[in-house]
């Protein structure tokens, strides 16, 4: 998903609610530079868009383009998906046929999952991969032994188990008391 700052989302959410989606006019408190600015990482983002203006339908200009001509800003489908509207949610042109609507959602579906961070690896020789080397044994491997190996503290290792390694991999780490030896943490094998 498109990280938005507060005012580039109060900018969308403008839009999503005036007829076109057009984004103008823009919030008092954004003038000169800091509006440039602004409008251009949305432009960069996909989540605005330059479409020439219709001055007999009295829309107002973000630039000239020195021909006689303006254009205005408005939101994407991209922006409002950013905002957590869907494109058929919003006040939109008329649109000719109905199958827009239904092809639409198929990218911000595929978008979700290559937006999932459990798709990353750890790279080769970090202490990370040792972490997992231990866990993955079949024997599993203590705190104190993985404090052994990594030279990490006991908060440091219950932490990288629970948040590298559970939520951003997505690895299932089990634990269980084992006689002799205390709580033994593993990866379950899938």
């Known amino acids: 998903m498109t990280k938005l700052s507060d005012t580039q989302a109060l900018i969308l959410s403008a839009a999503a609610q005036r007829p076109e989606r057009i984004a103008l006019p823009l919030p008092e408190s954004l003038r000169g530079g800091a509006a440039a600015k602004v409008v251009g990482a949305m432009l960069a983002k996909g989540c605005l868009e ?41 006040n939109t042109a008329p649109a000719g046929a109905t199958d827009a609507p239904t092809e639409e959602p198929a990218p911000n579906t595929a978008a979700e999952p290559a937006a999932a961070p459990k798709a990353r690896t750890p ?20 705190i104190e032994e993985i404090m052994a190996a990594t030279d990490w503290q006991s908060h440091t290792v219950r932490g990288a188990m629970a948040g590298a390694l559970k939520k951003k991999l997505g690895l299932e780490v089990t634990s269980e008391k084992v006689e002799g030896r205390g709580r033994v943490y593993s990866i379950s094998q899938s």
């Open 123 to 142: 790279r080769e020789g970090t202490k990370q991969a040792t972490l997992i080397a231990m866990l993955r044994a079949p024997d599993g491997a203590t």
């Open 50 to 90: 330059e479409v020439d203006a219709d001055l007999r339908k009295g829309e107002l200009i973000w630039r000239e383009t020195g021909d006689g001509h303006g254009v205005t800003l408005v939101a994407t489908d991209a922006g409002l998906a950013a905002i957590g509207i869907k494109p058929e949610d919003a």
